[in-house]
């Protein structure tokens, strides 16, 4: 049996606490047993800036109002974490560390922060779709992120933008 990859990106402020390792992998268990095709490979997440936005975010995806995630290749080239692809399950933690549901990627693509438009901020949570709302937003917490590497968002910043679908819920 080919061992499992699994990477962690915690980026910025993240959870409150250290991730319960011991309550992901049970969690992971529960889900691969009642979804035999989910790959073995994974990633795990933090998702959203505080615990109410965390929630709101969860509500959304289960309801399929947000249908994306945007990442940045700077940050997860400084975090060794590999580019994100089609298929790859994502666990994502409540904002105190408890893995709360898994995604699976179904759609990765490329553009460049200057180019971010209201298609694509139509991917993303309502409240944050309109790009006087998504633009401030994302540049405050990516440059914050970005802020102890010596960078900031730039009109040239590449973004990964990860459409997905949720596989799996507690």
């Given at each position: ?62 309801s ?36 709360r ?40 917490y ?29």
């Amino acid at each position: 049996k080919a061992t499992m990859a699994r990477f962690t990106t915690i980026i910025g402020e993240g959870v409150e606490k250290s991730p319960d390792l011991d309550a992901i992998n049970d969690f992971w268990e529960r889900a691969a047993s009642s979804i035999p095709l989910l790959s073995e490979d994974h990633e795990i997440r933090s998702i959203g800036i505080d615990s109410a936005s965390t929630e709101k975010i969860f509500e959304y995806i289960v309801s399929k109002e947000k249908v994306a995630t945007f990442t940045l290749p700077w940050l997860n080239d400084k975090h060794g974490v590999p580019a994100p692809v089609s298929g790859l399950p994502v666990i994502l933690l409540s904002y105190n560390g408890d893995p709360r549901m898994i995604i699976r990627i179904t759609e990765v693509f490329q553009t460049v922060f200057g180019k971010i438009d209201k298609q694509i901020t139509a991917l993303d949570g309502p409240p944050v779709r309109d790009l006087s709302i998504w633009l401030p937003m994302h540049t405050q917490y990516w440059n914050a992120a970005l802020a102890p590497y010596g960078l900031a968002c730039t009109d040239e910043m590449p973004v990964t933008v990860e459409k997905f679908e949720p596989v799996f819920t507690i």
